[in-house]
């Protein structure tokens, strides 16, 4: 049996049907900006494999990381234990982040950090006596991942929720953002969000949202002085606030964090995704002294400890990558990736199947009116050698910061042609 009939017939691949799923395509390797398959196509890589590649594949650096700490300790379990390189990503982690985070909880996925983000604001104001701040408030259009408490935040819509409301935690949406990233914030744009957190506060343990950047509930950008009016709305009625950068950390934007841009400071941030620059599976919850301190009060305990937490494996891969990204010149890359993604796609607004054409940091947008024929959209890219995997209506790309301008502009140029397939 070949390896692709065993797949279809046994193994469950992301968001497709285990009977009648998706097409997969084998990959043999990757290196660099390229996935190479088992037929030998090469394909320039525009996902990063899911934001986490920002280093390319296969990174000496990392796979130097990564072996050396095979050798000396793969995994030990974190309760009444510690080690090296989990203290040193946790003190890289409070070094790079807003001064206010100092305490780190290592989880295994972005999902159980948001799940973990979840509970320390629950906890937080049972410990200190307001045990009806249980709920959470979000906006439309966000994605924190696919578990029940993470899935209870996404997008009711996008989120498919609808199989689930029987047993998901009822949470406060607010409208999604509207004003885009260039605009201001107005009264009008922010009317939806107060009226909800004035109503709630009384029963909100914190707002949960994506910075700026909304990734997978539907790529939309918005202006950061709607977070920053997040942040003093949060403020000003006792609510917490988590910040979902598990997409964005680690220079995606063009700021090391998203949050950045609006110039505030989460009570409590997720961060995953690359952090490991794509090797290892990773992620961490940062909280404020104040979060910490609260939960832990009245000889309080945080009752969460993943089998895996602290692995040394991953840590020891994301020291590497993170010290990897600070030597680079991330930011004028970011901004370079940013420039060439804008004219690359820019011509893609021409076609009459497109509605929008949007460019972030190392993001590239392309939002069509219809969704997608997955299959025939991902044969034609994989045809004209570029790795696109859209969702939907969405065509997107977040490519490894490591991309040559020529592989960008054959990312591009790809895409336009495909787009142009389209209409
Ligand atoms: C991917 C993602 C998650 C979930 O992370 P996993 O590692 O897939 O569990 C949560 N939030 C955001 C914003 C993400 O992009």
Redesign the pocket.
Known sequence: MSILDFDREHIWHPYTSATNPLKVFPVKRTEGVKIILEDGTELIDGMAS??CAVHGYNHPVLRKALCDQAEVMPHVMFGGLTHEPAVELARKLVDISPEPLQHVFLAD????S?EVAIKMAIQYWYVIGKPKKNRLMTVRNG???DTIG?MSVCDPVNGMHSMFTSILPKHIFAESPECGFEEGCSDEHFADFKSKIEEHAHELAAVIL?PVVQ??GGMRFYSPEYLKRVREACDEHNVLLIC?E??TGFGRTGTMFASEKAGICPDIM?V??SITGGMMTL?ATLATKEVAEGISSKGGVFMHGPTFMGNPLACAVANASIDLLLKSNWKERVAEISELLCSGLAPCAKSSAVADVRCLGAIGVVELKEPVDMESIQQEFVKRGVWVRPFGKLVYVMPPYIISNLELEALTSAICEVIGLQG
Request: a negative charge; one cysteine or more; glycine letters at 20%.
């Open positions: 899911w934001w996925s972005g999902s159980v948001v994605y924190h991942g993470c994506e990734g997978t979902d598990i997409a997720c995953g995704k992620a």
